[in-house]
T-cell receptor
């Protein structure tokens, strides 16, 4: 079993819909990261969380340490949000080494 | 522009050839790392460094060497390329502390034939 599991693997939405991507992990962590990768593109760090909730524009990330679960929400989705969203954790007492989920491919249709 | 610079962006190697993937950052980040990204496998850590002169192995280090002689540079060396090393390689850095995430380079797409 992977240490970091994401769901769903693929997600298709219509423009304007509210989107949720989930991440569950099975180890103790010091931080959880949400990353975005556009097709053929580089990787951008969206959020780093160790507790609670963070918001940036239309993106909201939450984490529940007790349940070992995090969610990434996108409000009022837009075709430019189409990308792979990757959850990653710092675990094993390391503030540096990342363990990644396999990503969620989001497609937002106009 | 501040950030992580990777070169080259594309490379084709023949089996057995060696090469160095370059990674440089100008943000004075202590931590630097190399990852490979393969379809269905996600991103996996190859090697990392927590400061100049300090390196350590990640999840998939075999066939790769690294060194960190300066804070800015963290090159990845393929000693004798194999088709299994065909992948997209990303370099990333971050500060030692604080609520800041990682900065990734734009990637190097390597094909070994």
């Amino acid at each position: 079993k992977n240490e970091v599991e994401q769901s769903p693997q693929n997600l298709t939405a219509q423009e304007g819909e509210f989107i949720t991507i989930n991440c569950s992990y099975s180890v103790g962590i010091s931080a959880l990261h949400w990353l975005q990768q556009h097709p053929g593109g580089g990787i951008v760090s969206l959020f780093m969380l160790s507790s609670g909730k963070k918001k940036h524009g239309r993106l909201i990330a939450t984490i529940n340490i007790q349940e070992k679960h995090s969610s990434l929400h996108i409000t009022a989705s837009h075709p430019r949000d189409s990308a792979v969203y990757i959850c990653a954790v710092n675990s094993g007492g390391s503030n540096y080494k990342l363990t990644f989920g396999k990503g969620t491919l989001l497609t937002v249709n106009p | 522009n501040a950030g992580v610079t990777q070169t080259p962006k594309f490379q084709v190697l023949k089996t057995g050839q060696s090469m160095t993937l370059q990674c440089a950052q100008d943000m004075n980040h202590e931590y630097m790392s190399w990852y490979r990204q393969d379809p269905g496998m996600g991103l996996r850590l190859i090697h990392y460094s927590v400061g100049a002169g300090i390196t350590d192995q990640g999840e998939v280090p075999n066939g790769y060497n690294v060194s960190r002689s300066t804070t800015e540079d963290f090159p990845l060396r393929l000693l004798s390329a194999a088709p299994s090393q065909t992948s997209v390689y990303f370099c990333a850095s971050r500060v030692d502390r604080g609520a800041f995430g990682y900065t990734f380079g734009s990637g190097t797409r390597l094909t070994v034939v």
